[in-house]
């Protein structure tokens, strides 16, 4: 089972685009949907009105579909879940969500994710992760996150996994936080790249690959046109290339690199008066 949720725990719209376009690539077919009443509240996450073929309006209700994908040739079948991420009991939401796995003889829950981070868009995209299992951790030849602090869906998903027994692996995309407002395929497709070689499943993604390489010419273009963001961007990328001869306590924290892009931001603003 591969799960994913808008909001929170999708930077760039990085994690919830890999799913869709898992979904796309292997023809899923949706089988369920969970009912958002009593995991909405719905003057956060809003219905929203939409006509039908008819010209009539209905309303379409924020919640989260289960869809089927089988894979020819492949060890495993797919469960695919996602929407938004929800706003209430989510204690009660992720006890469902592993009672749906058990009942469907799922042998890994996987959940995507993306967060925002003080990291350069030139560069291949980092991918860190979690797994139940070391082993796991240890076949994908991810480095651990030693993340601590507020978490989303994604994490209580994983703990509740673990509680019942279900092994659980969990991927996350770091995505510029000086592009956080656009939607990130760089990041999708290392998710699905990752996913791949964890599942043992293949998909045909020339066209996540297209939009990436758009994608970040599209950023490059934007960052050559302010001098201030292409001084930040690389300082990021000489933080990269000497983060193994860097002290751990001699690199700028998150915070400290954030604070001087929002300075170059009202710096800009400025300017432009």
């Known amino acids: 089972m591969v799960c994913a949720f808008t909001g929170w725990n999708d930077a760039g719209d990085a994690a919830s685009a890999a799913l869709s376009f898992l979904g796309s690539a292997l023809d899923a077919t949706?089988?369920?949907?969970?009912?958002?009443e009593e995991f909405y509240d719905f003057q956060a996450t809003r219905p929203k009105v939409t006509h039908d073929?008819?010209?009539?309006?209905?309303?379409?209700?924020?919640?989260?579909?289960?869809?089927?994908?089988?894979?020819?040739?492949?060890p495993r079948d797919l469960i695919l879940l996602g929407g938004p991420e929800p706003s209430l009991r989510w204690r009660q939401f992720t006890q469902l969500v592993v009672d749906l796995a058990e009942a469907l003889g799922v042998q890994l829950v996987v959940s995507l994710g993306a967060l925002l981070a003080d990291v350069p868009h030139t560069l291949p995209v980092h991918v860190s992760g979690s797994g139940s299992d070391s082993t796991l951790v240890e076949h994908l030849g991810l480095q651990p996150t030693g993340y601590?602090?507020?978490?989303?869906?994604?994490?209580?998903?994983?703990?509740?996994?673990?509680?019942?027994?279900?092994?659980?692996?969990?991927?996350?995309?770091?995505?510029?936080?000086?592009?956080?407002?656009?939607?990130?395929?760089k990041a999708?497709?290392?998710?699905?790249?990752?996913?791949?070689?964890?599942?043992?499943?293949?998909?045909?993604?020339?066209?996540?690959?297209?939009?990436?390489?758009?994608?970040?010419?599209?950023?490059?273009?934007?960052?050559?046109?302010?001098?201030d963001v292409q001084a930040f961007v690389e300082r990021l990328e000489q933080l990269a290339e000497d983060e193994r001869l860097i002290e751990p306590e001699d690199i700028p924290s998150g915070e400290r690199l954030a604070s001087e892009f929002q300075r170059f931001l009202r710096q800009r603003g400025k300017s432009d008066q």
Do not use: K, M
């Not at 949706?30 to 958002?36: E, G, T, W």
């Open 53 to 74: 073929a008819e010209g009539q309006r209905e309303i379409v209700w924020p919640a989260v579909e289960v869809f089927a994908a089988r894979v020819p040739r492949a």
């Open 30 to 36: 949706r089988f369920a949907r969970i009912d958002p």
């Open 188 to 227: 999708a497709l290392a998710l699905v790249r990752r996913l791949e070689s964890l599942v043992g499943v293949a998909v045909d993604a020339t066209e996540l690959e297209q939009a990436a390489v758009d994608y970040e010419r599209q950023v490059a273009l934007a960052v050559q046109a302010d001098p």
């Open 148 to 185: 601590e602090g507020p978490t989303g869906i994604v994490g209580v998903l994983s703990a509740a996994c673990a509680a019942s027994g279900l092994p659980s692996a969990s991927l996350w995309a770091s995505v510029p936080h000086y592009v956080a407002a656009s939607p990130n395929p």
